[in-house]
């Protein structure tokens, strides 16, 4: 069974930036799409980034795009967050599917533990 892992996360201050990374284990992420989520205190899980299985196509939530970048390699998956706001703050998740890509966490089969982020000054 594929097993997923973020890192990365963290205090940073608002405007900061961070970078997430998301390791994969037993299984290539070569047969993959991935997907990033965050929760924050209160509200839903929202899907905002989403990279197909070749690497070719990104989505993006209203929320973060312009401002997240998300790509992947053979073992792992990174999600570049910019310009950082305090609405960002969350626990991040990232998610493996081979049922396609999007941002609805219902596609998701494999999930990692999922990684605070908590933007502050």
């Known amino acids: 069974q594929l097993q997923l892992v973020e890192s990365g996360g963290g205090l940073v201050q608002p405007g900061g930036s961070l970078r997430l990374s998301c390791a994969a284990s037993?299984?290539?992420?070569?047969?993959?799409?991935m997907g990033w989520f965050r929760q924050a205190p209160g509200k839903e899980r929202e899907g905002i980034a989403a990279?197909?299985?070749?690497?070719?196509n990104a989505l993006y939530s209203s929320s973060v795009k312009g401002r997240f970048t998300v790509w992947k390699d053979k073992n792992t998956a990174y999600l570049q967050m910019n310009n950082l706001n305090a609405e960002d703050t969350a626990v991040y998740y990232c998610?493996?599917?081979?049922?396609?890509?999007?941002?609805?966490?219902?596609?998701?089969?494999?999930w990692g533990q999922g990684t605070q982020v908590t933007v502050s000054s």
């Open positions: 037993r299984i290539s992420l070569d047969y993959f799409a």
């Open positions: 990279i197909s299985i070749f690497g070719d």
């Open positions: 998610a493996a599917t081979d049922q396609g890509d999007g941002l609805g966490s219902h596609l998701y089969r494999y």
